[in-house]
């Protein structure tokens, strides 16, 4: 019997890319706060890129609460509508090539959202991930943290609920 | 006497709260200030949709307003002196926030205490009868 081949690793590279701007490119809200995502594997890290609309204090100045809270929010939602796509990503079966739409998928809905400020968010570039403790058929409970420029030292943390989209 | 101290104070929150850069790039404005009561409004903005589908403004932008409000009223009490920063926020999005209609925020500072504010808050839109979001949070106080 004649063994299948791997996918070319550029076609699988391609198609989880594609997913994922499928994904930030349906949310203008993203657009506004200028957030990024950084894709390795099935890894996500948000990014927010520093500008001076994201301040708050400008005495500080620090990030506005609200613009971190944001950040960490939609970290959460693309963290986890991106692990309920995945294994659309990953059928062998979809063509990358053949539709505007690599996948379908109707975003969660935020429950409710807690925001843990721990120091002041600098006027420099901020990162985040997103850890989906909990995804059941209704309701996922997300976990988010994030940092600036050491991995380690979190300025802010988020937990939240969100209610899951019904499958058709 | 007292009218004066309260007037300066309104003054302080207001000037404070005027100049936020992201509060200004969101659109929001202070509808009143009282003694640890404050509210605030935001203007609709499709810039600011969180679901294409149905066009409501993402939870954050609602986040961000509650936040805003929620220190100008830990601010705007009568013994607090000196700007504020938030320990945490907790937001109850109980609702989609009506497309196209202004939201509005009505924040109160229930205790404070040496270190500590304790702020609610409610988030409304035309039909005030049913609250879009609800947020609890704790503020620094004298910082």
Redesign the interface.
């Known amino acids: 019997m004649e063994k299948l081949s791997p996918e070319p690793v550029a076609l699988i590279k391609k198609r989880r890319n594609e997913a994922l701007s499928q994904l930030i490119d349906s949310i203008p809200y993203i657009s506004f706060l200028g957030v990024d995502f950084d894709r390795r594997g099935d890894e996500i890290t948000a990014i927010l890129p520093f500008k001076e609309e994201l301040i708050g204090n400008p005495s500080l100045p620090a990030l506005h609460g609200g613009s971190i809270a944001a950040f960490l929010e939609i970290s959460a939602i693309i963290g986890l509508s991106w692990t309920q796509i995945w294994h659309q990503i990953e059928d062998p079966g979809l063509d990358a090539g053949s539709s505007d739409n690599v996948v379908k998928f109707t975003l969660p809905k935020t429950i409710d959202f807690s925001v843990d400020y721990l120091r002041s968010g600098l006027p420099r570039d901020s990162y985040a991930r997103a850890k989906v403790n909990r995804a059941g058929r209704r309701y996922a409970s997300v976990h988010v943290e994030a940092w600036q420029d050491n991995r380690d030292r979190l300025f802010a943390q988020g937990t939240g609920h969100f209610l899951m989209p019904l499958n058709k | 006497m007292k009218n004066i101290m309260i007037e300066k104070k309104k003054k302080a929150v207001e000037d404070f709260f005027a ?8 659109g929001m404005g202070i509808d009143f200030i009282r003694d640890g009561e404050v509210g605030m409004s935001m203007p609709y903005d ?8 149905t066009k409501v ?5 609602v ?3 509650l ?2 409000c929620c ?1 100008a009223a830990a601010m705007s009490h009568p013994e607090q002196t000196g ?1 504020t ?9 109980m609702r ?1 926030a009506t497309p196209s209609q202004r939201i509005k925020a009505i924040a109160t500072c229930y205790n404070l205490t040496k270190n500590v504010a304790f702020v609610r808050a409610v988030a409304l839109d035309n039909n005030e009868e049913k609250p879009v979001a609800m947020a609890a949070g704790a503020f620094v106080t004298g910082v």
């Open positions: 100049v936020l850069p992201h509060s200004i790039s969101l499709s810039k600011l949709i969180g679901d294409p589908q403004i993402h939870g954050g932008a986040f961000a307003l936040d805003t220190g700007p920063a938030t320990i945490d926020l907790r937001v109850d999005y989609p």
